[in-house]
């Protein structure tokens, strides 16, 4: 009885994903272009910038001052500039303020169906998820938004968040991303650096390998996408191709991009190469022969043996490969 309700809730969530925010649920995030919310040169230049998703920004890059009179010009540049397909977000502010409720009303309440989703930062417990996504539902209602259609991305950035990431990506069928926030996770761990996201030469080895860990496996349980924050030396595009490398290789979908620059790394770091992805659709054929022409579960590709798990992993490639935008060259499909 009990596996049946824990089989029927599972199903449920399920569900009611499949309802939720299906626009951009699936679409790429390789590069994330945070743009501050009050500054209207840099809304305007968003568009133009090649990123699969971009965050108009009404928390840390705006001040205490201008953060009420951002929520207008966010609005504005949803609703008057012209965006391609991309995955459009805003980031409120958190609940520790004063401004998360009346960002969620004037913003998602006035921007339209062309918003995709909200970013929730410093989340520290499920609740607060639960509590947006609440507040979501009644805005929709009384905007005319189809209920669901906002999706939700959690930063994880203080210490509190990271003990309870587990739950925090299980809180909402909205949570469309997990996102590590290094500069504040540097500073809620007291941690004796000025510069957050970045290598750290005096650690042997990675100082946030625990944590990105962590929120990875936290993110893929769930069916979330998993993202790594921003890399703050927006010069140093090596740095930023080196540390990116990092997440990329661990599993993670994208990155943080704070310049146009920096977009065009993430989109190169963090899609498969064209042969890693001819050589996944071989795999997959070879597989597929193997098993239903041979009816054979373990076969020699090259010098490799290949089973069921060499399947799964091939086909994580082509997705990824295919969600950037990669076709088969007509050579490996001969
Ligand atoms: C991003 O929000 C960070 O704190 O690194
Ligand atoms: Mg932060």
Known sequence: MPRCGVEWNGLRRRLSILAMSARSRDLPRRSCLSTPGATEKFLAK???????????DLEDSVAPLEKVGARKKV?????????????LCVRINAWDTEW????????????????????LPKV?????????????TQVEKNSGLPVGHIGIEAQIETARG????????????????????????????????????VQVPEYPGDHFHYVFSKILMAGRANGLQVIDGPYLYVRDLDGLRDFARRTRVLGYDGKWALTPDQAAVLNEVYSPTQEQFDRAWDLLEAY???????????????????????????????????????????????
Not at 103 to 119: C, F, P, Q, S, T
């Open 46 to 56: 968003a568009p133009s910038v090649s990123a699969d998703m971009t965050f108009l």
């Open 100 to 119: 998360t409720y009346g960002d969620v009303i004037e913003v998602v309440g006035n921007a339209g169906e062309r918003l995709d989703e909200v970013m």
């Open 124 to 136: 520290q417990s499920a609740a607060e998820v639960v509590a947006l996504d609440l507040l979501l």
């Open 162 to 197: 990271l003990i309870n990431v587990e739950e925090i990506c299980a809180a909402s069928p909205r949570l469309e991303t997990v996102i590590f926030g290094p500069a504040d996770f540097a500073a809620s761990m007291e941690m004796p650096v000025l510069t957050g996201g």
């Open 75 to 87: 609005v504005d540049a949803i609703k008057n500039l012209t965006w391609d397909d991309r995955v």
């Open 288 to 334: 597929r022969k193997a098993t239903e022409e041979e009816r054979k579960g373990a076969v020699m590709f090259g010098d490799e043996m290949i089973d069921e798990a060499s399947r799964k992993m091939a086909l994580k490639f082509v997705t990824r490969g295919e969600r950037a935008g990669l076709s088969r060259s007509p050579s490996s499909e001969a």
